[in-house]
């Protein structure tokens, strides 16, 4: 029987990611940073708006792009945050979550023999949509002396005559690293020059905690019409069980991903989209404070690791810390197999985001200080009993 499976299936692996999480969802007194999720609940005005819609009886379809009064409220917060400017009817679709539009944008533009160059360490999805899609991923190894930043000398080697489409996973995630507007205006000259598309993944924008805001690669010149921006509400606004997130491109391609998400999905829920209405319009305040909040752990995750001895560069976004295990003369699977089994601390392997992310780790700080305080207090005793 097993003919029958699409034989592309048998060489896409689990998440790393959620094998981790599930095996210490089975052990007792686990500290997990593994998983990145807000510990924050969804601010309450948000969850009210909810419940009134539901009291309402506001349970029926939307239009398939998504709400319109949504659509209109992301226009107008894009334009202002980040200097985005779409049509609220033709150029973004509300999606399930952001993941959904990773797949749904791959899959309207990737054809068989098509390549995807794919950033390494990054998030787990982007190389097998690009393998469902029926492309061919390609792994462009960051560098590390770079702060895991990309930059045009690392993509060159790697783009040939079928290379169509660049993913730019920023702020990163395992990372934490980001890309400033001099970073991205070199690698938007480069996709002009070799006439390649950007999916850019843009989830964690709100939470970037360096002196300069975060700036996407679609407010620059010439790349509105070779981008599709990617976001949603998950990370800034802890509404990750909501499901809800959204993309923003040229109506040519957002028209095709509509027809696709209209047979497969419909449309994203529907109480969701009204209390992301409201989180637009009304929770920047919500979002500074947690963004405040992540950047206090930050800076005690990274403090710490750093006086344990692990190398480790300051990550400016995201939730994650992403320290070298490499002088512990283990792979990043052996060290959080054992941190795990000794200490009871799960953490994600590096090489669970791409086989150049071994020799390192991935924490999530989100997670409240005295969590953190306790897990890296039994990192710290593990990291002694190596000596």
Avoid at 73 to 83: S, T
Avoid at 267 to 295: G, I
Wanted: charged share 25%; hydrophobic share 40%; proline share 5%.
């Amino acid at each position: 029987m097993r003919d029958f499976l699409n034989p592309i299936m048998s060489e896409i692996k689990p998440s790393g990611i959620r094998r981790f999480f599930d095996i210490a969802a089975e052990m007792k007194n686990v500290i997990s940073l593994g998983v990145g999720e807000p510990d924050f609940d969804t601010p309450w005005s948000i969850r009210e708006t909810a419940i009134y819609t539901l009291e309402q009886g506001v349970t029926v379809y939307t239009a398939n792009a998504g709400l319109k009064e949504l659509r209109t409220a992301l226009a107008e917060y894009c334009a202002a945050k980040y200097d985005l400017h779409y049509d609220p009817l033709k150029e973004i679709l509300v999606t399930v979550g952001g993941s959904e539009a990773i797949d749904v944008g791959l899959r309207a533009m990737v054809s068989p023999g098509v390549e995807v160059l794919i950033p390494e360490p990054s998030y787990v999805s982007y190389i097998p949509c690009v393998q469902l899609a029926g492309g061919k991923p390609v792994e462009v190894p960051l560098k590390k002396e770079n702060e895991f930043r990309l930059t045009v000398e690392d993509l060159e080697p790697y783009v040939t005559e079928n290379t169509r489409i660049l993913i730019l996973p920023f702020p990163n995630n395992p990372t934490g690293s980001i890309m400033e507007r001099e970073d991205l205006e070199k690698i938007a000259a480069f996709c002009r020059e070799k006439d390649l598309f950007v999916i850019s993944d843009e989830i964690y924008a709100e939470l970037s905690y360096g002196e300069k805001p975060h700036v996407s690669i679609g407010s620059l010149e010439g790349m509105k019409e070779r981008s599709l921006i990617i976001n949603g509400f998950s990370k800034a606004f802890a509404m990750t069980g909501w499901r809800l997130g959204y993309c923003m491109g040229p109506r040519w391609l957002i028209s095709q991903m509509v027809k696709i998400h209209q047979f497969a999905i419909m449309c994203a829920p529907t109480t969701s989209q009204h209390a992301a209405v409201h989180a637009l319009k009304f929770c920047d305040d919500k979002v500074a404070a947690m963004r405040r909040e992540y950047n206090r752990r930050r800076r005690y995750v990274v403090s710490r690791l750093r006086q344990m001895g692990l190398e480790c560069f300051e990550p400016l976004g995201a939730f994650y810390v992403f320290p070298s295990i490499a002088f512990t003369g283990m792979s990043s699977e052996e060290f959080c197999t054992r941190l795990l089994q000794e200490k009871q601390v799960a953490v994600v392997p590096g090489d669970a985001f791409g086989k150049d992310g071994d020799g390192y780790v991935r924490i999530s700080y989100a997670y409240s200080l005295e969590e953190l305080k306790t897990a890296l207090d039994r990192i710290e005793e593990f990291l002694g009993t190596l000596h």
